[in-house]
C-alpha cells in the first residue's frame, strides 16, 4: 500500500516497502546442498591426506631400499667369513640377522632393532677387529639402513618377514656358524617394509665363493678358478684374485702358446692367448713368494703381505725366515711365472693377447 508524501515543493510522489532477502524455500535449499557440498570437499580432503602418507612411506621405503641394495652388496662382495641367527657373537646390539668378516679384518652386523609395536629399524653395525677370530672388537660405527621393517622370520622363509639366506649352487645351507665364504655363491636378502606393503629382495655373491677349493689344493682343478690371498695379509687381499699357471705352464718351458680360460668370481669368465719365449733361460709356474726377497708373499715388518694364495681361510700357518723373521704362508697355488736365469743376457717375454672378459649372459 503506498501513501502520498509531500515534498518541499509541495508535490505528491508515491513510496515501496523494500522487499530484498531470502525467501523461505532458498534458505531450505541451501541449508540442504550447502552440508553435501562440504562433507564431499572433506571426504576429498582426508583422501589427499591419506594417500599422500602412503606415496610418502612408499617413496622413503624405494630410497631405504637402494642403501639397503649399496651397503649389503658391498659388505657380502668383500665378506671372508659369515654367520646368519643373532649366536655365537654380535657387533652392537638387537636381533642379529647377519654377521660379516670382511677381508680388512673388520665385522659388520645387520640387526634389527624394535622402532615401535611390531615395525623395527634395520641397522648396519660396524666393528673393528679384536685379534680373536670370529670375535668383533669395540663398536665403530653405527648406521640405520631402513625403519620400518617387519620383524625376523622365524624359521622358513615366509611373506611380511626379514629371511636371509645363504646358497651353494641353488642350494640352501645353514652358516649358523662362521662360514668361509669359499663355496658360497650368493646370499639372499628378502626385506618386507610392512608401512607401505614394499618387499623387495637384495642378492649378492662374496668375492671369495669360486677360489680354490680345499680339496682341490695341490692339483689341477676340473674348472680353473683365480684365488684370494689369505684375509688381513694386504689392503686387497680379497679383491685381487690370482690365475693359476699351473694348468697351462709346464716347468723348465722355453716357449708357451696356449689359449687359458678362468672363471672369476662374480660369474664372469676370462679368457686370453698366454705367450712365452726364451732365449737362454726357462721358465715354470711358481708359488708365492718365488724367492726369499720377493714383493708377493713374503713379509713387510714382520706381517706376511699376500700370502697363502689359494688357500683356505683357516690355515694361517706360516714360515720362518732367518733370524726368527717371518715369510707367511706359501701360496696354495702357483699364481707366478717364474724365470730360471740362463746368464747375464738371460731373457724371457710373457705376452696376454685377445682377452676377453664375459658375464654369465
Given at each position: 500500500?503506498?501513501?502520498?508524501?509531500?515534498?518541499?515543493?509541495?508535490?505528491?510522489?508515491?513510496?515501496?516497502?523494500?522487499?530484498?532477502?531470502?525467501?523461505?524455500?532458498?534458505?531450505?535449499?541451501?541449508?540442504?546442498?550447502?552440508?553435501?557440498?562440504?562433507?564431499?570437499?572433506?571426504?576429498?580432503?582426508?583422501?589427499?591426506?591419506?594417500?599422500?602418507?602412503?606415496?610418502?612411506?612408499?617413496?622413503?621405503?624405494?630410497?631405504?631400499?637402494?642403501?639397503?641394495?649399496?651397503?649389503?652388496?658391498?659388505?657380502?662382495?668383500?665378506?671372508?667369513?659369515?654367520?646368519?641367527?643373532?649366536?655365537?657373537?654380535?657387533?652392537g646390539?638387537?636381533?642379529?640377522i647377519?654377521?660379516?668378516?670382511?677381508?680388512?679384518?673388520?665385522?659388520?652386523?645387520?640387526?634389527?632393532?624394535?622402532?615401535?609395536?611390531?615395525?623395527?629399524?634395520?641397522?648396519?653395525?660396524?666393528?673393528?677387529?679384536?685379534?680373536?677370530?670370529?670375535?668383533?672388537?669395540?663398536l665403530?660405527?653405527?648406521?640405520?639402513?631402513?625403519?620400518?621393517?617387519?620383524?625376523?622370520?622365524?624359521?622358513?622363509?615366509?611373506?611380511?618377514?626379514?629371511?636371509?639366506?645363504?646358497?651353494?649352487?641353488?642350494?640352501?645351507?645353514?652358516?649358523?656358524?662362521?662360514?668361509?665364504?669359499?663355496?658360497?655363491t650368493?646370499?639372499?636378502?628378502?626385506?618386507?617394509?610392512?608401512?607401505?606393503?614394499?618387499?623387495?629382495?637384495?642378492?649378492?655373491?662374496?668375492l671369495?665363493?669360486?677360489?680354490?677349493?680345499?680339496?682341490?689344493?695341490?692339483?689341477?682343478?676340473?674348472?680353473?678358478?683365480?684365488?684370494?690371498?689369505?684375509?688381513?695379509?694386504?689392503?686387497?687381499?680379497?679383491?685381487?684374485?690370482?690365475?693359476?699357471?699351473?694348468?697351462?705352464?709346464?716347468?723348465?718351458?722355453?716357449?708357451?702358446?696356449?689359449?687359458?680360460t678362468?672363471?672369476?668370481?662374480?660369474?664372469?669368465?676370462?679368457?686370453?692367448?698366454?705367450?712365452?719365449?726364451?732365449?737362454?733361460s726357462?721358465?715354470?709356474?711358481?708359488?708365492?713368494?718365488?724367492?726369499?726377497?720377493?714383493?708377493?708373499?713374503?713379509?713387510?715388518?714382520?706381517?706376511?703381505?699376500?700370502?697363502?694364495?689359494?688357500?683356505?681361510t683357516?690355515?694361517?700357518?706360516?714360515?720362518?725366515?732367518?733370524?726368527?723373521?717371518?715369510?707367511?704362508?706359501?701360496?696354495?697355488?702357483?699364481?707366478?711365472?717364474?724365470m730360471?736365469?740362463?746368464?747375464?743376457?738371460?731373457?724371457?717375454?710373457?705376452?696376454?693377447?685377445?682377452?676377453?672378459?664375459?658375464?654369465?649372459?
Amino acid at each position: 500500500m503506498t501513501s502520498p508524501v509531500r515534498s518541499r515543493r509541495g508535490a505528491v510522489r508515491a513510496t515501496t516497502t523494500d522487499e530484498r532477502g531470502f525467501t523461505l524455500i532458498e534458505l531450505l535449499i541451501v541449508m540442504v546442498i550447502v552440508p553435501i557440498i562440504i562433507a564431499a570437499l572433506s571426504v576429498s580432503l582426508i583422501s589427499v591426506f591419506s594417500l599422500q602418507s602412503s606415496v610418502a612411506s612408499r617413496l622413503g621405503d624405494s630410497a631405504n631400499s637402494q642403501v639397503v641394495t649399496l651397503n649389503f652388496t658391498s659388505d657380502i662382495q668383500g665378506a671372508v667369513r659369515i654367520i646368519t641367527g643373532a649366536t655365537p657373537t654380535q657387533c652392537g646390539t638387537g636381533t642379529q640377522i647377519l654377521g660379516v668378516q670382511r677381508g680388512s679384518g673388520t665385522y659388520v652386523s645387520y640387526d634389527e632393532v624394535l622402532q615401535s609395536g611390531s615395525l623395527y629399524s634395520l641397522v648396519r653395525n660396524q666393528c673393528a677387529n679384536s685379534g680373536t677370530p670370529d670375535t668383533p672388537g669395540v663398536l665403530v660405527a653405527t648406521t640405520t639402513l631402513a625403519y620400518d621393517v617387519a620383524q625376523p622370520c622365524a624359521g622358513s622363509i615366509v611373506s611380511g618377514c626379514l629371511a636371509l639366506t645363504t646358497y651353494q649352487g641353488s642350494t640352501s645351507v645353514s652358516t649358523s656358524s662362521w662360514t668361509s665364504t669359499q663355496g658360497i655363491t650368493g646370499v639372499r636378502l628378502d626385506v618386507y617394509a610392512a608401512q607401505s606393503n614394499l618387499s623387495y629382495t637384495v642378492v649378492a655373491e662374496p668375492l671369495g665363493a669360486d677360489s680354490t677349493n680345499p680339496s682341490n689344493l695341490g692339483t689341477t682343478a676340473s674348472v680353473n678358478t683365480c684365488g684370494f690371498a689369505l684375509p688381513g695379509t694386504g689392503t686387497y687381499a680379497r679383491s685381487l684374485c690370482f690365475f693359476d699357471f699351473l694348468p697351462y705352464v709346464s716347468a723348465g718351458a722355453r716357449s708357451v702358446s696356449t689359449p687359458i680360460t678362468e672363471f672369476v668370481p662374480g660369474g664372469y669368465v676370462f679368457t686370453a692367448d698366454l705367450n712365452i719365449s726364451t732365449n737362454q733361460s726357462t721358465v715354470q709356474p711358481s708359488k708365492f713368494p718365488t724367492y726369499s726377497a720377493a714383493f708377493l708373499g713374503n713379509a713387510i715388518g714382520g706381517s706376511p703381505f699376500y700370502t697363502g694364495v689359494g688357500c683356505p681361510t683357516t690355515d694361517t700357518t706360516t714360515v720362518p725366515g732367518s733370524g726368527g723373521s717371518v715369510l707367511g704362508q706359501p701360496s696354495c697355488i702357483d699364481p707366478a711365472i717364474y724365470m730360471y736365469s740362463g746368464g747375464s743376457s738371460a731373457s724371457a717375454t710373457v705376452t696376454l693377447s685377445n682377452i676377453t672378459l664375459k658375464t654369465s649372459t
